[in-house]
């Protein structure tokens, strides 16, 4: 089965500072960003790395779907929703997150998400 990953900014911000943003496009079979987060990345500094690869269309951006009601609820967000939105929409997306609040989110509401 093919590898899907949805990025949130923290995650792709980081590699991107040590030069390893590739990492992100040879890992998984396929990386999208939602828009959110690729808004929040696109308002940054002009120099940041993740911000020339987002502007450079490095990434694909996606439209996230409306978050399920539990998780507009818990509110970690717009970029880390519409990530997870996305991951909880298809179950074939693993969600990059940069701390353990999905692992709550998952452990509270039992959805098939996976934290990597």
């Not at 450079?56 to 539990?70: I, N, T, Y």
């Amino acid at each position: 089965m093919p590898e899907r990953w949805v990025a949130n900014a923290s995650p792709l911000i980081v590699m991107a500072k040590v030069g390893l943003e590739g990492w992100f496009l040879a890992v998984p079979d396929e990386v999208v960003v939602p828009r959110a987060v690729a808004g929040d990345i696109l308002a940054g500094p002009p120099d940041d790395p993740a911000r020339r690869s987002i502007a450079e269309g490095r990434f694909a951006l996606v439209d996230a779907p409306e978050a399920p009601g539990k998780l507009s609820e818990w509110d970690p967000g717009a970029g880390e929703t519409s990530v997870l939105a996305v991951a909880l929409a298809d179950a074939d997306y693993t969600a990059a997150l940069d701390d353990a609040a999905p692992v709550d989110v998952r452990r509270r509401y039992e959805s098939p998400l996976t934290v990597p």
